[in-house]
Nanobody
Framework: QVQLVESGGGLVQAGGSLRLSCAAS????????MGWYRQAPGKERELVAA???????NYADSVKDRFDISRDNVKNTVYLHMNSLRPEDTAVYYC??????????WGQGTQVTVSS
């Protein structure tokens, strides 16, 4: 079994910052990509940011230059530093990992609410 435990969501005013963390544990041999997705009410889940095993990063256009994704391969943890938050960033944020064996896993989601 693989478990992903997310933390760091909450309520913040526009212009503020939050840091999300996602720690993976369990039957993990080797993690390939790690990433964050989000889903706002009435909308589809979308990719926010991803980071490869080689630390190459990919961001949604809407968060470029505001969000930063990083990973700690010793702790099997991925982080999302979110700056200059906007009300439109309000969503449930989900952690996602893919393993070299082909399996992938989702976190339970953490709510981020940005007030105007």
């Amino acid at each position: 079994q693989v478990q992903l435990v997310e933390s760091g969501g909450g309520l913040v005013q526009a212009g503020g910052s939050l840091r999300l963390s996602c720690a993976a544990s369990g039957n993990i041999f080797r993690i390939n990509a790690m990433g964050w997705y989000r889903q706002a009410p009435g909308k589809e889940r979308e990719l926010v940011a991803a980071i490869s095993s080689g630390s190459s990063t990919n961001y949604a256009d809407s968060v470029k230059d505001r969000f930063d994704i990083s990973r700690d391969n010793v702790k099997n943890t991925v982080y999302l530093h979110m700056n200059s938050l906007r009300p439109e960033d309000t969503a449930v944020y989900y952690c996602h990992i893919s393993l070299w064996g082909g399996s992938d896993y989702w976190g339970q989601g953490t709510q981020v609410t940005v007030s105007s």
